[in-house]
């Protein structure tokens, strides 16, 4: 079955480095969502993604993240200056087409910053 | 808007007792109307989704809940819960035609004992 992967499963890094996160959604999907997850808190929205631009975007997605499509299968997060509350795990979904499709995640990458 | 509660961050059953996990949505239009599950150091997969046709909506792993608009509600059971039931649930809201963007409850942690 196909599935979202995402790379790296881990990463540590200093505050105020950048750091790069990267998806690769299921290949016949169209939209594709970042999220966040601190640490015992509840999953949160960043950012989604269509046509190669940005849809909607939350508060939290300030100027410090970009998202990008470089080529036909990877989607990545960037973190320009990483922040201790940047410390969380990061999940890249994606969609089919249509408002009654199912998001598929992926496993998530986990972000720690020192 | 929309926003969505989950009743109980953590729920204890026994082996074979009834599951039951309370979701309460917000939402200013029609919702869609999603539970994920989250296993230990794993990403989110879906366990069932309504979007506006049968109320009573069933699952994977023996899952079914019932979308009740009077009471805004769209609680998660399961008969008879198993060992492997143990993990983390969250429910999830995305408004009709709003681009899929995903809304999450806080979760709740389900503990099976035997």
């Known amino acids: 079955e196909p599935e979202v992967t995402q790379t790296p499963s881990h990463q540590v890094t200093q505050m105020g480095q950048e750091v790069i996160l990267r998806c690769v959604p299921i290949?016949?999907?169209?939209?594709f969502y970042w999220y966040r997850q601190i640490l015992g808190q509840k999953v949160e929205f960043l950012v989604s993604?269509?046509?190669?631009?940005?849809?909607?975007k939350s508060e939290i997605f300030d100027d410090q993240f970009s998202v990008e499509r470089p080529d036909g299968s990877n989607f990545t997060l960037k973190i320009r200056s990483t922040k201790l509350e940047d410390s969380a795990m990061y999940f890249c979904?994606?969609?089919?087409?249509?408002?009654?499709?199912?998001?598929?995640f992926g496993p998530g990458t986990r972000l720690l910053v020192l | 808007a929309q926003s969505v509660t989950q009743l109980g961050s953590h729920v204890s059953v026994s082996e074979g007792a009834l599951v039951l996990l309370r979701c309460n949505y917000s939402?200013?239009?029609?919702?869609?109307l999603f539970w994920y599950v989250q296993y230990p150091n794993q990403g989110l997969q879906l366990l069932l989704k309504?979007?506006?046709?049968?109320?009573l909506v069933k699952g994977i792993n023996g899952f079914e809940a019932e979308f009740k608009k009077s009471e805004t509600s769209f609680h998660l059971t399961k008969p008879s819960a198993h060992m492997s039931d143990a993990a983390e649930y969250f429910c999830?809201?995305?408004?009709?035609?709003?681009?899929?963007?995903?809304?999450f409850g806080t979760g709740t942690q389900l503990k099976v004992e035997l």
């Open positions: 290949s016949n999907h169209l939209y």
């Open positions: 993604f269509y046509n190669n631009e940005i849809s909607e």
């Open positions: 999830a809201v995305s408004l009709t035609g709003g681009g899929n963007k995903l809304t």
């Open positions: 979904a994606s969609i089919a087409s249509g408002t009654k499709e199912t998001q598929y």
């Open positions: 309504y979007t506006s046709a049968a109320t």
């Open positions: 939402s200013s239009v029609p919702p869609y």
